[in-house]
C-alpha cells in the first residue's frame, strides 16, 4: 500500500475519556498527534499523565500548548475556588458546575484547528461525553456539530474545498461503564490515566470530586477493578 | 441613569481597522475592554500601537494574550518566508495569501468568548472585512456567523438563556476607504496605527505588503493625507 497515512488530531488531557479516545483513533489506523494544554489548572498532574499516554499509545507528536486563562478566571479548576465534593449524580447533571472552565474547548478545539491544517490532518478527536459528563455547556451534541461548521468556514483547506473538517467524538453517546469496556478491549491500562480535578501533591486521586465519582462509577458499572490511586488530602 | 454600563470586548491589533472599531463601540457608549495577541508575529511593533491606543480611547483594560502559534507555524507571519510585496490588488483578492494565519480569528475569538462570559460582557467587536480585505477565509460574513452561532452553544451564560455572545463587525461591508472616514469622523488619529507585515526595525512601515498597500490605497480614496511613517527597510 502507498497511500499515505491518515493522520489526527487528538486533544488529550490525560484522563480516562480523552485517552480512550486516543485508543480509538489508533484502532482506526490514524497516525495520532496528541494536543494538552497547560492553563493554570490545579490538576497538573493530567499533563505528566498526558506526555506518558502519548509516548505508550504511539502518539507521533505530542504537544502542550501553555494557554494563559488563568488570567482570565472564572473556574474552581483555575482560581482559588473549592472543588464541590461528594455531591450525587443528580446533583451533577442539575446545572453547570463551577469547575467549569470558560470557552474551555473552543480554545481547545482552535489551537487543534490551526495544527490540523499545518500538518494536513483533518480529523479532530475529542473525548467530549454527553452522557456521563459534569454538565458542560461545551460538551453536548449541539456545541459541536455548530464548532464542525464553524471549522469548515474557517480554514484555508476547508475553503479551497480540499479537506472537510470533521471533530470526532466516538464517545458522546456512551456512558462511563460503555467507555471503559471499549478501553480495556483496546487494552488501555487506566492506571496511567489521571481524572481528578484536585489530586494531592504526589498526584493521587481525591476520590470526591465529580470526576473522580463518575470514574469510580464507571468502573463499577463495567465490572472492572478500578485501578486508580486514591490519596488522603491533608486537610487545610 | 443607574442602568449599568455596557461593556465590549474589542479585538486589538494597534491596526487601522480594529482601531475604527473600538472607536465604533467607545460611540456606542460601551465600556471597552481590548484585547491583544502575541504569537510569536514580526509585526509586534503593533502590540505597542494596540497599548498607546487602548490607554488613549480609553479603554477600562488591555489585556495581551500569549498564543504560542509559532510553534504551530504555516504563516508568512510567523515563520521564516518572505511576506510578498507590491501586488497589484487583483492578485490580492485572487486566492489567500501566504501571510495567512491558521484559524488565527478562531484563537482570537475563543479567547473574546472566554473573557465575555468572565466579564459578563457578550458584545465582542472585531474589525473584519470583507471588501478591502486580504482573501482570509476567516473575515468572511458566513464565518462570523457560523462563529456567533456555536459561541452560543459554548457558554453557561449563553446556554442558560441569560445572555446572546454577539460578534459585532461594524466594518464587514466598508471599503477601506470609508472605514477610513468614519474613523476620522470619530476623531481617530490614524498615525498612532500600525498595519504593515513587515515594518523595519524602528516600527517604520514597508509600504509594499498587501496590508500597506491597502491601507495606502484607502487614505487615496478617502481623501485624507496618509500619516503613516514609511521607512526604507535594508535589503539583507
Known amino acids: 500500500m502507498n497511500r499515505p497515512p491518515k493522520k489526527a488530531i ?63 478566571g472564572g473556574s474552581a479548576l483555575t482560581d482559588d475556588i473549592d472543588v464541590p465534593k461528594n455531591r450525587n449524580p443528580r446533583e451533577m447533571t442539575s446545572g453547570i458546575p463551577v469547575t467549569y472552565v470558560p470557552a474551555r474547548n473552543t480554545i481547545f478545539l482552535s489551537y487543534a484547528l490551526a495544527w490540523s491544517e499545518v500538518l494536513d490532518a483533518p480529523d479532530i478527536f475529542i473525548g467530549v461525553n454527553a452522557l456521563d459528563y459534569s454538565g458542560y455547556p461545551d460538551c453536548r451534541p449541539a456545541y459541536i456539530a455548530a464548532f464542525q461548521t464553524m471549522a469548515n468556514l474557517a480554514l484555508k483547506n476547508t475553503v479551497e474545498g480540499k ?4 471533530i470526532r467524538t466516538p464517545l458522546l453517546h456512551m456512558t462511563k461503564a460503555e467507555i471503559i469496556r471499549t478501553g480495556m478491549a483496546l487494552n488501555i491500562d487506566y492506571s496511567i490515566t489521571h481524572s481528578c480535578y484536585d489530586p ?4 493521587h486521586a481525591c476520590g470526591r470530586c465529580d470526576s473522580c465519582l463518575l470514574r469510580k462509577k464507571g468502573f463499577a458499572e463495567a465490572g472492572v477493578p478500578d485501578p486508580t490511586i486514591y490519596g488522603k488530602k491533608p486537610k487545610p
Chains 1, 2 share one sequence.
Open 10 to 72: 487528538v486533544l488529550s488531557s490525560g484522563g480516562l475519556d480523552s485517552t480512550t479516545a486516543l485508543a480509538i483513533a489508533r484502532s482506526e489506523n490514524y497516525e495520532c498527534y496528541t494536543l494538552s494544554f497547560f492553563y493554570g489548572q490545579r490538576h497538573h498532574h493530567e499533563l505528566t499523565a498526558a506526555k506518558k499516554i502519548s509516548a505508550m499509545m504511539g502518539a507521533v507528536k505530542h504537544y502542550v500548548v501553555n494557554v494563559d486563562l488563568s488570567q482570565i
Open 200 to 203: 494531592d501533591n504526589a498526584g
Open 163 to 166: 479537506r472537510t473538517i470533521s
